[in-house]
Nanobody, 125 residues
């Protein structure tokens, strides 16, 4: 398994930007899939974005497409989620997750074995 630690959350205003980081320890390579999920109060955990560690395949939820960007940094063993033009509906705890690459993007929380502790993102209107 991969140990994950998220950081970068905070309180921002509508239209602001934030970059979340997910530092991974353990085995990271092109055989690893990384995902970002979020969970708002009273709601189920939902898919935000995911990427193959090598970076050649990625996917975004429709709600964040064009505003969020997922990237990986091999030198730092870190996955980033750049979030631009934030909206109040983006308010949630954001989690990163990891699992073995299976040839396609994983979008369901149950498909990931390793999870970080989460970081809170609050967007005020």
């Amino acid at each position: 398994q991969v140990h994950l630690v998220e950081s970068g959350g905070g309180l921002v205003q509508t239209g602001d930007s934030l970059t979340l980081s997910c530092a991974a320890s353990g085995r990271t390579s092109s055989s690893v899939a990384m995902g970002w999920f979020r969970q708002a109060p009273g709601k189920e955990r939902e898919f935000v974005s995911a990427i193959r560690w090598s970076g050649e395949m990625m996917l975004y939820a429709d709600s964040v497409k064009g505003r969020f960007t997922i990237t990986t940094d091999n030198a730092r063993n870190t996955v980033y989620l750049q979030m631009n033009n934030l909206k109040p509906e983006d308010t949630a705890i954001y989690y990163c997750a990891a699992d073995s690459w299976r040839g396609f993007i994983l979008t369901r929380p149950t498909e990931y074995a390793s999870w970080g502790q989460g970081t809170q993102v609050t967007v005020s209107s």
